[in-house]
């Protein structure tokens, strides 16, 4: 006749070898975490509406930093675009970037901010929107090539766009009528600056628009 004593026993040995230890439960999450990491920049190298969403979020907040600045200070602000080169082997993770410039009392100018990075797989072109900003440098008019060559990255002027607000927060170069806008595109540059790739459905464009006299930035064109 099997006793109390030996039936209680036998449940705590059943228990003990169903159950995990702490140990082991560390030892899954430590393997999981890892996993985690490992997928991580694959899943950052993935573009998507979020992605040219966030690119449209991280421009506009950018240029409205850079014209409350302007306002703010009474100073001349620039903000830079860097179009980088794509995919020749020596860059391939290269992600466009923005940085903001600004006049200091010594009437030099010097960057507020870090280089901003677009989402992966996100780039500035200029071709679809008649860009003037991201066509050229003439953003760039009054900034000395050696500011330009001694911002972190040492970016080439030609690969370079620019706008201009004034101590009023209008936009003062490019000086042209029209052409005062920034779009962005899904694909991949090739290392002329050329679009070789369009990974954006019917070919389309977030599109943002400059107004000349309030500098303020308004989101034209979507596809998200």
């Not at 985690?36 to 509406?49: D, I, K, V, Y």
Request: proline residues 5%.
């Amino acid at each position: 006749m099997i006793c109390a004593t030996q039936v209680t026993q036998s449940f705590h040995h059943l228990k003990k070898q169903n159950g995990f230890s702490l140990l082991e439960l560390l030892a899954v999450m430590a393997i999981l975490a890892l996993l985690a990491g490992l997928l991580a920049p694959a899943l950052q190298g993935l573009t998507s509406p979020a992605g040219r969403k966030g690119a449209v979020t991280i421009v506009m907040n950018t240029l409205e930093q850079a014209r409350v600045s302007a306002i703010e200070t009474g100073r001349e602000v620039v903000v830079v675009f860097w179009k980088k080169n794509g995919t020749d082997g020596s860059q391939p993770d290269a992600q466009d970037a923005m940085l903001i410039l600004r006049k200091n009392d010594a009437e030099a100018w010097e960057p507020i901010t870090r280089w901003i990075s677009l989402p992966r797989g996100v780039l500035f072109h200029s071709g679809d929107a008649e860009s003037k900003i991201l066509a050229d440098a003439s953003g760039l008019a009054e900034v000395s090539d050696t500011t330009i060559q001694s911002l972190p990255g040492k970016p080439a002027k030609s690969n370079l766009g620019a706008v201009h607000f004034s101590p009023t927060g209008a936009v003062q170069l490019p000086s042209t009528p029209n052409g005062l806008r920034i779009a962005l595109t899904e694909g991949q540059r090739g290392p002329d600056q050329t679009l070789i790739v369009n990974k954006q459905k019917d070919g389309g464009h977030e599109i943002i628009s400059l107004a000349r006299y309030t500098g303020r930035a308004t989101l034209d064109v979507s596809m998200l």
